[in-house]
């Protein structure tokens, strides 16, 4: 029996397919294109196989979004399950198109299926970020829904919590950023050469240059720096990879030390960030205190 409330969210949250299960997640992939080949991600080609496709071309992945006529599918399954609210946690909307065709899905929906108008209710919620910025309050949601919580509830706690996560990461390969667009190609190209890595923080939508660093112990080091002075005292935190096994465990070594605990989660990134940031980043990634 379908629960009266289902939380959804795509495969840019970065949720492990250990906890999609444990927790009975229904997450939207995004469609990858590599070279001439395309891929649903988590479906079709998992975190480790993107990242090997990766290194063996020279362009950049691209991602598509999730398109209107793909959520008004999605609405009329859930509505036909009888889900009666559904709540949607999506990537950024300031980097994807997802969120806006999930809000402009709704009113074409009831248009073309107005029987289940005082029915059905979809709450989409911008998740502001990317990977565990807001794959964690997802799971927080699950959780509460799990434990006899009403949708305004979830919904308050999301609305309330998304606004204060953060992330700091580091790049380590400036080259796909430059790709991608999200670095100036001179500004990378410069940085490779000095051995210069960027600290970016991923906060309120945005995405910026938190600082720079010489080389990649100082980098890790002055993103916990970062990390510790913002998050919430005693506050959980999540760790985030891609495909450096050995950076993740360095990183993990560092943050217990200045912390003082272990990391409530490691978060592996998949195709939808991996695409423009590459297969060597770490990240951390928290509540931010309240002002």
């Keep these: 029996m379908i629960n009266k409330i289902q939380i959804m969210t795509d495969s840019a949250s970065d949720i492990s397919m250990e906890d999609e299960k444990n927790y009975a997640i229904p997450i939207i992939p995004f469609l990858i294109t590599i070279g001439d080949e395309s891929y649903l991600s988590r479906t079709e080609i998992n975190n480790d196989q993107f990242f090997e496709l990766m290194g063996k071309t020279d362009g950049v992945p691209k991602t598509s979004?999730?398109?209107?006529?793909?959520?008004?599918?999605?609405?009329?399954?859930?509505?036909?399950?009888?889900?009666?609210?559904?709540?949607?946690?999506?990537?950024?909307?300031?980097?994807?198109?997802?969120?806006?065709?999930?809000?402009?899905?709704?009113?074409?929906?009831?248009?073309?299926?107005?029987?289940?108008?005082?029915?059905?209710?979809?709450?989409?919620?911008?998740?502001?970020?990317?990977?565990?910025?807001?794959?964690?309050?997802?799971?927080?949601?699950?959780?509460?829904?799990?434990?006899?919580?009403?949708?305004?509830?979830?919904?308050d706690y999301l609305t309330d919590i998304l606004p204060r996560r953060e992330i700091f990461f580091g790049i380590y390969e400036l080259k796909y950023a430059a790709k991608s667009g999200r670095i100036p190609s001179a500004a990378a190209f410069v940085g490779q050469i000095?051995?210069?890595k960027p600290i970016m923080r991923i906060f309120d939508r945005e995405i910026k240059t938190a600082s720079k660093c010489i080389g990649e112990k100082n980098l890790?080091?002055?993103?916990?720096?970062?990390?510790?002075?913002?998050?919430?005292?005693?506050?959980?935190?999540?760790?985030?990879?891609?495909?450096?096994?050995?950076?993740?465990?360095?990183?993990q070594k560092l943050?217990?030390?200045?912390?003082?605990?272990?990391?409530?989660?490691?978060y592996q990134t998949g195709a939808a960030v991996g695409a423009n940031a590459g297969p060597r980043i770490v990240g951390i990634s928290f509540t931010k205190r309240k002002e």
């Design 255 to 266: 943050a217990v030390e200045s912390i003082g605990y272990e990391p409530s989660a490691i």
């Design 65 to 155: 979004q999730i398109t209107p006529f793909q959520f008004e599918e999605i609405y009329l399954e859930q509505a036909k399950a009888g889900v009666r609210d559904l709540i949607l946690v999506l990537i950024n909307s300031k980097g994807s198109s997802t969120y806006s065709n999930s809000v402009s899905a709704i009113e074409s929906f009831y248009e073309n299926h107005p029987e289940y108008k005082d029915k059905f209710f979809v709450h989409s919620i911008d998740g502001m970020g990317y990977s565990a910025y807001y794959g964690v309050p997802v799971i927080e949601a699950i959780k509460m829904r799990n434990n006899g919580a009403t949708a305004k509830e979830i919904v």
């Design 194 to 196: 000095l051995n210069l």
């Design 220 to 251: 890790l080091k002055k993103m916990i720096e970062l990390a510790k002075a913002e998050m919430e005292p005693n506050g959980q935190y999540e760790l985030i990879y891609a495909r450096d096994y050995d950076c993740i465990e360095n990183v």
